[in-house]
């Protein structure tokens, strides 16, 4: 194993406890994306002396900076940890004491997180002007006085109760910023002024509106009253590179985690670009080639993903971009109201709808609120947010946490080590979740209720709601997509000789955390009360749902690999859900799958199924498994050493997994993909069917099959084909049946409704000369007795292109007359239209055709519409034409005084 190692890294800062996204653009020295520059020592390999030894000979001696420029701090001690002293001894051989300080832990002791390893740190600072004294101005965000490396002396443990304990052995972990360092290397006052973002930001500025002018490097109100352009230009410049490299690495934005974190850094970007560069919709994806052009060569996977990355920018600009107007109008319509009523304070609400309505993130409104003098009721937003998650929360639960009226149960870091430390709970053994039918003894070691842990030892009331932990299960708690087993726990009587039970406690969910299975549910029925800490009881898993939710987790391995050979190597599993009902698959694909692709898929799982392959599981060295050919696991899955191994068959399938399955693909019985659909940008999901319902959808789609077979057999004349076509395709839509069948059956029934409708054009076609010629007879009648209006019914199937016809041989013949023709789709009911024209001549007099067809159309819930010479318009429904043209005629004599 290594001792020691020295690397650089592509880092990502825009979130957590280390989130650098708020400073980006404001100064020039922070970024969302740098690369670290690292090194590092395991396991007490080297320590303080060489760490700083290593560190001043790379500095001064080769890269030979400057030695009266560089500070170097070291933690001044606090109650806990007494200064580090050593640190400081070290440095002074190098460096006057006048440029070796103190600083407090918020500086100069290092922490990940809230718990975990950690310890002092020293910084070195580099005053880019040199020839003065600049220790006041260490640690002060001076952008002349910056901070680029970090020297991590690991060697205390910060536990749940916030307490230190020294390591057994310790480590050095430094990190110096590439950008930072290449900036003093190439004499440049701001990072953004070095090759790397150069080309970036020249090609921002071809994109920046007229007026706005070029990047000039100005930061903060001094230098640039309205701090916006130049902060605009870097935080762009930035935020593409951010996203170029992170979509290549795999991220894609979305609305979940680190997802979201990308989502939030494009659209600061679009909005910085748009109001206020003023640049067009869509400039950021231009930046990409650019990106990848500089660092194609030492980041050879950004040439390899630069179309996907670009498809993915692509969609979210626009998406958001059809978002951003409204967003910006409507804040500075916020804006003039508040200052105008003597406000500075955008109200949380108003921050959600914000966020939950027209897509801006949070940051995002404290920028732009920032830039508008105005302040954000941050915890007002927050409030609103957690009341949103909490009615979600609530909706999820509510099958598992007693019918939703009890928040459900969840052990936090604290209550694990509570377990562990002061009850001295062992984690659960859970050896027996992988057999079947057995029923297992086991000791209630802790109950956990709402207000917490249930110490006095009594019992848990009939219908009361808790969690309990056992030193041993044969439960399967949910995991990998997998959920939970439920079942009972039958409380044996007090002499725990196993002879009677005293009541049942129902399991409707298993969580795991920490290693302890928290049993949660309710004791129902027999009289002699709830199980108490010390309790025996028998693990009664409701194996029936187990066998139904086991073939759909064996086969999604199947799908997995199945989805791999049809659709390629790229393919990467991104989540799934495995219960009694259904298994659903999430995978990495940037486009809807073609129904011949989703044929294939199916077809290679249920041949999976018919062949009957061994379902193998062993478990090996996590070194080990990784080497196996072909072996698959989740991207961003943490596994434990040794880790599990599940093969379907000799190679169809190799996975990590920790779930149940079925020893035999047999098991599953059937396989049948019901959907297939998108989850988010470069995300697709499938749901499939094992068992019985796949049976059932099976036979559903034959029974389709049948149904369109036989509307397939009738001729293209048959009365209102195209009608029942239609009305086969919703009865289709609604099939719980094949996804690849129904769509197949979908393009099948369009050929249907397509002969239904070419046939009735035809038969239009053959009889409009019919039409027009008896039409022709009635209109030179009309013209010799000096009628002035017509309304008529004209058997043309409402059809608009023969309505049209109709309109010119009125024009020709009757010039003079106001005409509405009206005509009902075959079968005497259904669509009426009507379409109207009225001379100019007696429009002039105040008789319009829009207003003719609104009127007429009114009897029967029909609209219209169009010019006061001519209109048209329309009724769904209309079984009987007689009252249309009795409303038409009534019009027409109000409006001119004479019959039609």
């Known amino acids: 194993s290594l001792k020691r190692a020295a690397n650089s890294q592509k880092c990502i800062r825009a979130g957590g406890k280390h989130n650098d996204l708020e400073d980006v653009g404001r100064d020039t020295y922070h970024h969302t994306f740098f690369e670290m520059l690292g090194s590092w020592s395991f396991n007490g390999d080297y320590f303080q002396k060489e760490a700083i030894d290593m560190a001043w000979k790379l500095l001064t001696e080769v890269y030979k900076l400057e030695p009266n420029q560089l500070y170097a701090t070291y933690f001044e001690g606090n109650d806990d940890v007494p200064a580090d002293t050593a640190a400081r001894d070290f440095w002074l051989q190098y460096l006057p004491p006048e440029r070796v300080l103190p600083c407090c832990a918020a500086d100069n002791f290092w922490e990940m997180g809230d718990t975990g390893p950690c310890g002092p740190c020293s910084e070195i600072h580099y005053d880019r002007i040199g020839d003065r004294?600049?220790?006041?101005?260490?640690?002060k965000d001076d952008p002349n006085v910056i901070e680029i490396w970090n020297l991590v002396f690991i060697q205390f443990n910060r536990a749940a109760d916030k307490t230190l304990s020294v390591l057994p052995?310790?480590?050095?972990?430094?990190?110096m910023g590439l950008e930072r360092l290449v900036s003093i290397l190439q004499q440049k006052t701001s990072n953004y002024d070095i090759d790397a973002f150069a080309s970036i930001i020249q090609a921002i500025e071809k994109h920046a509106g007229d007026g706005v002018g070029p990047y000039e490097g100005k930061v903060g109100p001094t230098e640039d009253p309205t701090n916006n352009k130049d902060t605009a230009y870097r935080a762009i410049a930035d935020h593409a590179r951010t996203l170029t490299f992170a979509i290549a690495d795999g991220a894609i934005p979305n609305n979940e985690g680190r997802g979201y974190v990308l989502r939030r850094i494009l659209r600061r970007a679009t909005?910085?670009?748009?109001?206020?560069?003023g640049a067009k919709p869509g400039f950021f994806a231009t930046l990409i080639p650019v990106v990848v052009e500089l660092f194609g060569d030492a980041f050879p996977e950004l040439i390899e993903k630069q179309e996907t990355i670009l498809e993915v920018i692509r969609e979210e600009e626009q998406a958001f971009s059809s978002m951003l107007g409204r967003g910006i109008k409507f804040f500075n319509e916020l804006e003039t109201e508040l200052k105008g009523s003597d406000k500075a304070q955008v109200s949380g609400s108003t921050a959600f709808y914000l966020y939950d309505t027209l897509g801006f993130p949070i940051d995002l409104t404290e920028l732009m609120a920032e830039e508008a003098g105005l302040q954000v009721d941050t915890k007002g937003f927050l409030n609103e947010m957690e009341s949103q998650k909490q009615r979600s929360r609530q909706a999820r639960a509510a099958a598992k946490a007693d019918g939703g009226s009890t928040a459900p149960l969840e052990l936090i870091a604290e209550q694990t080590a509570w377990l562990a430390e002061e009850a001295k709970v062992e984690p659960t053994d859970d050896y027996f979740k992988y057999k079947l039918d057995v029923e297992l003894p086991a000791t209630v070691l802790a109950m956990f209720g709402q207000d917490g842990f249930i110490t006095d030892g009594s019992a848990v009331e009939e219908g009361e709601y808790v969690g309990l932990i056992l030193d041993k299960s044969s439960f399967y708690a949910e995991a990998g997509g997998q959920e939970a087993d439920t079942g009972t726990l039958s409380i044996l009587n007090d002499q725990n000789d196993g002879s009677t039970e005293s009541g049942q406690f129902v399991v409707t969910d298993v969580q795991s955390y920490g290693g302890y299975l928290l049993h949660t549910g309710k004791v129902v029925g027999g009289g002699g009360g709830g199980p108490r800490v010390g309790s025996v009881v028998n693990c009664k898993v409701d194996y029936d749902r187990r066998r139904l939710v086991t073939p759909n987790h064996s086969m999604t391995h199947v799908l997995n690999a199945a989805l791999r050979q049809v659709l390629g190597g790229t393919v990467d599993q991104r989540g799934s859900l495995c219960n009694g009902e259904?298994?659903?698959?999430?995978?990495?694909?940037?486009?809807?799958?073609?129904?011949?692709?989703?044929?294939?898929?199916?077809?290679?799982?249920?041949?999976?199924?018919?062949?009957?392959?061994?379902?193998?599981?062993?478990?090996?060295?996590?070194?080990?498994?990784?080497?196996?050919?072909?072996?698959?696991?989740?991207?961003?899955?943490?596994?434990?050493?040794?880790?599990?191994?599940?093969?379907v068959g000799e190679d169809t399938s190799i996975e990590f997994c920790g779930g149940t399955h079925v020893a035999n693909t047999a098991e599953a019985e059937a396989f049948c993909i019901v959907e297939e659909t998108a989850v988010a940008k470069g995300i697709r999901r499938i749901t499939a069917v094992t068992r019985e319902s796949a049976k059932d959808a099976i036979n559903e789609g034959s029974r389709m099959e049948a149904l369109v077979k036989d509307a397939e057999d009738l001729p293209g004349d048959t009365p209102e084909l195209d009608k029942k076509a239609g009305s086969l395709r919703k009865t289709v839509d609604a099939a719980f049946v094949s996804a690849p069948l129904k769509s197949k059956l979908r393009t099948r029934i369009e050929a249907i409704q397509k002969k239904g409708m070419d046939a009735k054009k035809a038969a239009l076609a053959g009889r409009m000369e019919t039409v027009l010629e008896e039409l022709k007879v009635q209109l030179d009648a009309a013209v010799e007795s000096s009628q002035k209006v017509m309304v008529t019914n004209v058997d043309i199937n409402a059809d608009g292109k023969a309505a049209q016809k109709v309109i010119n041989a009125v024009k020709k013949a009757a010039p003079d007359m106001a005409f509405m023709g009206l005509s009902q789709e075959e079968g005497g009911s259904g669509k009426l239209m009507a379409f109207a024209l009225v001379p100019d001549g007696m429009v002039g007099e105040g008789f319009k055709a829009d207003e003719w067809i609104r009127s007429t159309l009114e009897v029967c819930g029909g609209r219209g519409g169009g010019k006061p010479g001519n209109a048209q318009g329309q009724a769904k429904e209309c079984s009987d034409v007689s009252p249309v043209e009795a409303a038409a005629n009534a019009f027409a004599e109000s409006a001119l005084g004479v019959t039609a």
Not at 601 to 619: F, L
């Open 133 to 139: 004294d600049a220790a006041s101005l260490v640690n």
């Open 169 to 175: 052995q310790k480590h050095v972990d430094t990190g």
């Open 271 to 277: 909005r910085y670009g748009q109001q206020v560069l």
């Open 582 to 647: 259904k298994l659903r698959f999430d995978f990495s694909h940037k486009k809807a799958m073609t129904a011949k692709q989703l044929a294939a898929t199916e077809s290679i799982c249920q041949q999976v199924v018919q062949d009957a392959m061994p379902v193998t599981d062993q478990t090996v060295p996590l070194k080990e498994a990784s080497e196996m050919p072909g072996v698959r696991a989740v991207f961003g899955e943490v596994y434990p050493d040794p880790v599990r191994v599940v093969s």
